[in-house]
């Protein structure tokens, strides 16, 4: 893959058998592509413990890199301790640490509060075993009270010990380029890969972002919202807008990309494919 730019794919776990069987198929398709590896995601509080690590394991027994994800709100110590074992044990070199979100109903959130205390107890047990990815808002988290009080959240989480930041999803370049020229002049030098979301689905995509804070463009939004349930039109001017906007990132000089595979296929290896990175 030399003088390409280096991309990674995310996966959530499977919630059936039937999901398990698809992951396996599409895992399969998208290792076709040679990405640098493949990320898993942990739900809320842990909630999909068990089934993030059966698709991590899996994935490491194929002779691929997994970088599971790590969340530690409502986790203790202990728990945060035995998992790193666990990972440790089975070989993994790569952890995406995140603060995560607390299970709904649930108020305590237990002997972590944020990211940068998790990424600095993994240092502490763990010294340089792990390579850490955290997490970045080029459009801010919807929880920071300013720009300026994210930025400086995110600093402490390299501060604390992080290698690079994996940022949520944008469809608005100058955002990104801004974010990272703020992080550079507060002298945050770590590789700031971006986030990439393939659009498959209007609805789908209308809901994330809401939730996430992530910004739609207006033109772009119209332009989808004009298409109906043409799910094909749809595709295919994401394919374009998705694609031009790596192009742009590449073209500026972005250490890597990382794609939301949402589980697929298709929409990933197209824009991987278009690039011209596949392999």
């Not at 059966?54 to 530690?72: K, M, N, W, Y």
Request: proline share 6%; glycine share 10%; aromatic share 10%.
């Amino acid at each position: 893959m030399t003088g390409k730019t280096p991309f990674s794919i995310e996966f959530f776990p499977p919630q059936t058998p039937a999901g398990v069987d698809k992951l396996r198929t599409v895992r399969g398709k998208l290792a076709e592509l040679r990405p640098e590896f493949f990320s898993v995601t942990y739900g809320a509080g842990g909630s999909t413990r068990e089934r993030t690590f059966e698709t991590v394991f899996e994935i490491q027994r194929d002779g691929l890199e997994a970088a599971p994800h790590l969340s530690c709100v409502g986790s203790t110590r202990d728990s945060i301790r035995e998992i790193l074992a666990e990972y440790r044990q089975a070989g993994i070199g790569r952890i995406v640490a995140l603060r995560g979100d607390l299970p709904s109903g649930v108020q305590d959130p237990g002997e972590f509060r944020y990211a940068n205390e998790l990424v600095e107890f993994i240092r502490g047990e763990t010294g340089d075993t792990f390579r850490i990815e955290v997490a970045a808002y080029p459009e801010y988290h919807p929880q920071a009270r300013s720009p300026l009080d994210d930025l400086t959240a995110f600093k402490r989480k390299i501060d604390a010990g992080a290698n690079a930041a994996i940022t949520q999803y944008f469809y608005n370049l100058d955002a990104y380029l801004h974010f990272v020229d703020a992080c550079r002049k507060l002298g945050i030098d770590a590789p700031i890969v971006p986030g990439i979301m393939p659009v498959v689905s209007f609805s789908k995509l209308a809901r994330f972002s809401d939730a996430c804070g992530a910004e739609i463009p207006r033109w772009m939004r119209r332009k989808l919202e004009a298409y109906g349930d043409d799910t094909d039109s749809i595709k295919a001017f994401g394919l374009d807008v998705v694609t031009e906007l790596c192009e742009k990132l590449i073209a500026s000089g972005v250490p890597g990309l990382h794609f939301y595979s949402m589980n697929q296929a298709g929409p990933t290896t197209a824009i991987v494919e278009r690039l011209g990175l596949a392999g």
